[in-house]
Every structure is written in C-alpha cells, then in structure tokens.
T-cell receptor, first 112, second 115 residues
Framework: DGGITQSPKYLFRKEGQNVTLSCEQN?????MYWYRQDPGQGLRLIYY???????QKGDIAEGYSVSREKKESFPLTVTSAQKNPTAFYLC???????????FGSGTQLSVL | AQSVTQLDSQVPVFEEAPVELRCNYS??????LFWYVQYPNQGLQLLLK??????LVKSINGFEAEFNKSQTSFHLRKPSVHISDTAEYFC?????????????FGAGTRLFVKA
C-alpha cells in the first residue's frame, strides 16, 4: 500500500543533542512538508520541498534543518538551537500544486 | 495574508446529537477550503474540501460543510454523531496564488462524543 512512513513514533532528545526524524513516502509525490503541532496551536509549517534537491523555509524554520536528496525521503533534523523542541511532528506530501496533503502518523519528540 | 479561525477549541456532544464545528477564514484572493480529521496519535486525514462549484460539500461518513463567501465561513456539520467521530478537526485554507504549498491550518477543534 502507498503511504507516508514516519519513524520513530516516539523520540527523546537530551540537552544539546541533534536528532533526526525520518519521513519516507512511496506515493511518487513531488512535494513534501514538515509541520509542528502544539496543543491549541494547530499545525505550523517548518520546511517544505517542491522537488529533489530543493527546499524552502516555512513559518518556523529556526532550529531545524532538512535535506531532500531523494524524492522519497525528507528527513528533519532538530538541532540544539531549537530551544523548545517538545512537540508532535507531522510529515506530509502532495502530488502537485493544490492537491490534497497526505500525512504520516507523526513523531512525538520530548526532551529528557 | 490568509488566516483561519476555529471558534471552539472543544465541543462536547452526546451520541446521536447534531454538531457544528465553526470555521471562519480571511483571504484577499480565491481560496480552497479543507477540513481535516486527526484521530488520537495519528496524522491528519482529509475529510472534505471546497475548490469551486457547489458550496455544499459532503464526506463519505456523513459530515458536510458549506462555503459561505459573504460570511467567510466554512462550518462543518453532522446531523447525528457517533462515538467514533471523537477526534480533532482542523479547518484549513489554501491560496491558489501561492500554489497551495502553504496551507494555513486553524488551531483545531476537539470533538468529544459521549454515550
């Protein structure tokens, strides 16, 4: 079955540590996205990528980095510069402009 | 700039009762409007969308939403809810000028259906 796979489901970060969240899709979608979800705030866009080797900052990119070396993969690194990383992170993809977003099941990141 | 306001953060309702989840938006250009549903510990799933044409759109599980341009609203309704409808619901707007890459989400409304 086609879909978006996020791993791990739960992740813990120590102070000063970088952690990477995985997102893989087999939908052959060109566009991929990372969102952060905090209680009562809905989803906020961190980064998005239209095509391979291209990505753009979203609304809250500070403290995060991404890469898009393959069409299927869009990993998100939460760096030590992100001072409040505890949140639910959602990866999404879409086929092209104005097509609906498909979401992964999310990764809950917490700070130890 | 676009924005989405969901007027209720939580809506408790008894099973088989009707429900309305309210959503207002602001945009200076044409919009695409969406409702997404998120079940516990899962990602979002598209419930329904308005792109053009008929202002009343329906989902396969009994929800419907009506686009009201004069009131800039896109409220979600269901005439009779089930326990399984308990979830968080997000209203979203996409600007076709930006190509939809920056879908703006509301803060969400948590629907609790009680027996």
């Amino acid at each position: 079955d086609g879909g978006i796979t996020q791993s791990p489901k739960y992740l813990f970060r120590k102070e000063g540590q970088n952690v990477t969240l995985s997102c893989e899709q087999n939908l052959n979608h060109d566009a991929m996205y990372w969102y952060r979800q905090d209680p009562g705030q809905g989803l906020r866009l961190i980064y998005y990528s239209q095509i391979v080797n291209d990505f753009q900052k979203g609304d809250i990119a500070e403290g995060y980095s991404v890469s898009r070396e393959k069409k299927e993969s869009f990993p998100l690194t939460v760096t030590s510069a992100q001072k409040n990383p505890t949140a639910f992170y959602l990866c999404a993809s879409s086929r092209d402009l104005n097509e609906k977003l498909f979401f992964g099941s999310g990764t809950q990141l917490s700070v130890l | 700039a676009q924005s989405v306001t969901q007027l209720d953060s939580q809506v408790p309702v008894f099973e088989e009762a009707p429900v309305e989840l309210r959503c207002n938006y602001s945009s200076s250009v044409s919009v695409y409007l969406f409702w997404y549903v998120q079940y516990p510990n899962q990602g979002l799933q598209l419930l329904l969308k308005y792109l053009s044409g008929s202002t009343l759109v329906k989902s396969i599980n009994g929800f419907e939403a009506e686009f009201n341009k004069s009131q800039t609203s896109f409220h979600l309704r269901k005439p009779s809810v089930h326990i399984s409808d308990t979830a968080e619901y997000f209203c979203a707007v996409s600007d076709d000028v930006t190509g939809g890459f920056k879908t703006i989400f509301g803060a969400g409304t948590r629907l609790f259906v009680k027996a």
